[in-house]
């Protein structure tokens, strides 16, 4: 199970002071991450909303007590949109289902919604109402634009793009084998760094800043160098659909025997 799955689920089970927002929500950095999580209607049901600031993915985590560990669909309403890709298993405050989305309809549409429907083939659907989903959208662009301006990004910029960089393949598949610092290696280190990219109107990463560390100089450096020499990316599109030079923050997990994005 995904370790950051486990993580929200945490905060959602066990509801940490955080800062409040309206709709009951409350916002954490989770892993570099701002996560606002909020109960839903239902039975102890809980809810993450999570995104890396200067990333365009953001993820929606929901978990209950006595949930089966198996969904066959979940479905906003009134929308009608179905959550898929799921990834689904066991956390700290139940049954977890874990959704993941680089489109920017998909947190309109949840800020829009009612409920969440979750369905399983051969029994009755469970609807959890939503309160303040909006204030929860807001909540996590506040928390974004925050940890932005801290790392020198540009929120306002990245808002006004009609398409995000995007990396031509997933990052971990720009490091190898052999990539591990060896002053890590020999002193058993890992750790994950934060990084904000700078990406050219040409796909090509132009700059790389650590802006969380890893608590370690060789790992941060060796991910800086990696992305900086192999990394290629789509590039950003303006509002008219050219081109432009964008930034992108991205995580890279250092692990003995390798690295993964977690």
Not at 30 to 35: I, K, N, P, Q
Not at 185 to 194: D, E, I, P
Request: glycine share 12%; aromatic share 4%.
């Amino acid at each position: 199970m995904n370790s950051l799955i486990l993580a929200v689920a945490a905060i959602a089970a066990a509801a940490p002071p955080g800062g409040a927002s309206g709709g009951g929500w409350r916002t954490e950095m989770v892993e570099g991450r701002c996560a606002v999580a909020g109960a839903l209607g239902g039975a102890g049901a809980k809810a993450v909303l999570q995104r890396l600031p200067g990333n365009p993915a953001a993820g929606l985590t929901l978990s209950g007590p006595g949930w089966p560990a198996r969904w066959s669909r979940v479905v906003l309403q009134p929308s009608g949109r179905a959550l898929n890709p799921l990834r689904q298993g066991a956390g700290a405050g139940g049954a977890v289902v874990e959704h993941w989305s680089e489109e920017a309809t998909f947190l309109k549409d949840l800020a829009a919604s009612e409920a969440i429907v979750l369905e399983r083939s051969g029994k009755a659907p469970l609807r959890l109402a939503l309160t303040g989903p909006a204030d929860a959208v807001a909540a996590l662009e506040a928390c974004e634009d925050a940890r932005l301006h801290e790392w020198s990004g540009d929120p306002a910029a990245l808002r006004g793009l009609r398409a995000a960089p995007q990396p031509r393949q997933p990052i971990p598949l720009y490091v190898k084998a052999d990539d591990y610092p060896p002053e890590a290696l020999r002193s058993g280190a890992s750790g994950t760094v934060t990084m904000l990219l700078g990406i050219g109107a040409d796909g090509r990463v132009a700059s790389c800043k650590t802006v969380v560390s890893s608590s370690h100089a060789a790992i941060d450096a060796k991910s800086c160098d990696i992305l900086s020499r192999r990394a290629r990316f789509t590039p950003a599109r303006d509002a008219a659909g050219i081109p432009v030079a964008a930034p992108y923050v991205t995580r890279l997990g250092w692990r003995l025997g390798g690295a993964a994005q977690p």
